[in-house]
């Protein structure tokens, strides 16, 4: 057991349960800041989120706050598309070394992505609410979703990270969902589709379950004690801070 990445787990699930932003677009670039290759930084991530994404399902189920036709026309078009990025990226990319830097440079430009969705959903999210294409039946809009899913998908399936943040900012712009259904969905989605990844990533030889274990040793206690203190903390300022260190941290890859 490494006490620095029990410890790093243990912040990242705080901030995460603290302000609610997305663990990948924080967990993903600490792990390659400290050395690890991006490769394995990405699969190993999903493999955790996949773990920790499974017991945030059941609650949501449990609570129905899941909108499983949602989910089902965001999955036929992001899982496929997650499973394109993976393997196109195994087979093309060359040695671990070379895809390290494809997956780098990628996660750099999709973490400033994150970010600025970050930022918008945390400071506009009551603009979005009324919109008229957010009204109509998600049975009218069942071809948009799933090329929504299909594009977001192949993202998420390159760098882990958007399984949550993307995805969310996308449903709060073009479906009308109450707050709790909104993050029931997303976290649903985001499970079927990390653990599909995760699969391809550990078969590929990508995931480090040792790391896994670590981090899950200090993320677990983290969630618990971030969501206890949320009720306490102005989210919108910390979550617009943590925006920003996202940003930063998509730069200091990409450069």
Same mark, same amino acid.
Do not use: W
């Given at each position: ?43 190993? @991530? ?8 499974? /017991? ?11 909108? /499983? ?32 830097? *494809? ?18 959903? +945390? ?11 957010? *009204? ?17 998908? /192949? ?23 109450? #707050? ?5 969905? @997303?976290?649903?989605?985001? /499970? ?15 995931? @480090?379950?040792?790391?896994? #274990? ?9 969630? *618990?004690?971030?969501? +206890? ?27």
């Amino acid at each position: 057991m490494s006490i620095g990445i029990v410890l790093m787990g243990l912040f990242v699930g705080f901030l995460v349960g603290l302000t609610g932003v997305g663990g990948a677009a924080l967990l993903t670039p600490f792990l390659i800041l400290i050395g690890i290759n991006p490769l394995i930084a990405v699969g190993t @991530d999903f493999v955790y989120n996949s773990i920790t994404k499974f /017991f945030g399902s059941v609650q949501h189920f449990r609570q129905k706050t899941i909108n /499983f036709k949602l989910v089902k026309y965001l999955a036929i078009g992001s899982v496929p598309s997650a499973i394109l990025a993976v393997t196109t990226l195994h087979f093309v990319g060359g040695d671990k070394l070379l895809q390290g830097e *494809i997956v780098k440079h990628a996660l750099g430009y999709v973490l400033m992505m994150v970010a600025v969705a970050t930022v918008i959903k +945390t400071l506009f999210s009551s603009r979005f609410k009324s919109r008229s294409y957010s *009204i109509k039946p998600i049975e009218d809009k069942a071809k948009a979703t799933i090329l929504l899913g299909a594009i977001l998908g /192949f993202i998420v399936g390159l760098t882990s990270v958007g399984s949550g943040s993307l995805f969310a900012l996308a449903m709060l712009l073009f479906y009308q969902l109450r #707050a709790s259904e909104l993050v029931g969905t @997303d976290i649903a989605h985001a /499970f079927i589709l990390v653990t599909v990844s995760g699969f391809f990533h550990l078969g590929f030889g990508n995931v @480090d379950l040792l790391l896994v #274990a670590n981090l899950l040793c200090g993320s677990i206690p983290g969630v *618990i004690i971030g969501s +206890t203190l949320s009720a306490k903390v102005p989210m919108k300022p910390l979550q617009t801070v943590i925006g920003v260190i996202i940003f930063i941290s998509g730069l200091k890859l990409i450069y």
